[in-house]
């Protein structure tokens, strides 16, 4: 879905791509150089859920985006995949 999107909506394609980037940076940093697919289902909540209340410490997230901010953008992503499924 996030491919098909890029195409119609170049923007979006540049809003996803920056925050997931920022997400696997932030997840590096807290999780001792693991990347998110690897992670524990909790390990994953809890990254999420400090991400959306934009609760993750300056030394984990360093992008200038807010925290919420990327949060939103993925959840849209995952939102409107899933529903065009």
């Known amino acids: 879905h996030v491919h098909f999107r890029d195409v119609w909506q170049p923007a979006f ?47 984990q997230w360093t992008a200038l985006r807010p925290q919420a901010e990327s949060f939103k953008v993925i959840y849209e992503a995952i939102s409107c995949g899933l529903l065009s499924e």
Do not use: M, S, Y
Not at 16 to 45: N, P, S
């Open 13 to 59: 394609g540049t809003r996803i791509q920056l925050a997931l980037r920022d997400l696997t940076e932030a997840c590096l940093k807290r999780h001792d150089g693991r990347h998110f697919a690897v992670l524990a289902e909790a390990e994953r909540e809890d990254l999420l859920k400090a991400v959306q209340r934009g609760e993750l410490p300056a030394t």
